[in-house]
């Protein structure tokens, strides 16, 4: 890729991140304690290295499909977790509202 080439792959990407294109959350977990809030997400699933976030997987499942099929094996889904497990950690451990920091009055504009 030549350096003009990557000028116009940033525009393109600076286009779509001003629209409102893929914006919305997509994760089916509504329940989710971080739905929508889809930086937390990611830093979690990074954290902890178990899986993709739900609203990545399609992007591989395909793939492995057919690397499993290659390699004479299956791959299964993962079991998703109940609905009924939120509303369990709503009751027994309910979300305390996040202070939002102030900025400093020179960042302010």
Not at 6 to 17: F, H
């Amino acid at each position: 890729m030549t350096k003009k080439e990557y000028v116009e792959v940033i525009k393109s990407i600076r286009a779509m991140l001003a629209s409102s294109v893929d914006a919305k959350c997509t994760c089916p977990k509504t329940k989710c304690e971080w739905h929508g809030r889809c930086h937390e997400c990611v830093r979690i699933h990074r954290h902890y290295g178990d899986h993709v976030p739900n609203c990545m997987q399609f992007m591989f499942q395909d793939r492995i499909r057919e690397l499993a099929r290659a390699a004479e094996m299956t791959a299964e889904p993962k079991a998703k977790t109940p609905d009924e497990y939120w509303d369990h950690v709503r009751m027994v451990a309910p979300l305390k509202k996040r202070k939002t920091p102030s900025r400093p009055r020179s960042a302010r504009r």
